[in-house]
């Protein structure tokens, strides 16, 4: 059974960083992409950024692109999103997400959701 932890949210300040993690048991991590969603209060989850099975690719949406960096380290079963340049508007719970293939662009289509970690940007 796949288990996705994450960790690192909390409340930081317009313009800071934060560094999430998400942690993956229950199978062979290094076999699929991974990745991030968010969601703000009242709106539909949204994808923020992907990373493929070797971590070579990656696919990031145009809200956060320049500012978030996903990578991970199969060694470690992990996936990192380092985010920069933290805006109120990426306040949200943050849900660290796997493929059923390897191809970054893949993880929009998600199939394994963790359980969601909270961040809040102040202004």
């Known amino acids: 059974q796949v288990q996705l932890v994450e960790s690192g949210g909390g409340l930081v300040q317009a313009g800071g960083s934060l560094r999430l993690s998400c942690r993956a048991s229950g199978h062979t991590f290094s076999s699929y992409a991974m990745g991030w969603f968010r969601q703000a209060p009242g709106k539909d989850r949204e994808f923020v950024a992907g990373i493929a099975w070797s971590g070579g690719m990656t696919d990031y949406a145009d809200s956060v692109q320049g500012r978030f960096s996903i990578s991970r380290d199969n060694a470690k079963n992990t996936v990192y999103l380092q985010m920069n340049g933290l805006k109120p508007e990426d306040t949200g719970v943050y849900y660290c997400?796997?493929?059923?293939?390897?191809?970054?662009?893949?993880?929009?289509?998600?199939?394994?959701w963790g359980q969601g970690i909270q961040v809040t940007v102040s202004s």
């Open positions: 997400a796997e493929a059923d293939t390897a191809q970054a662009s893949s993880v929009r289509s998600a199939v394994h």
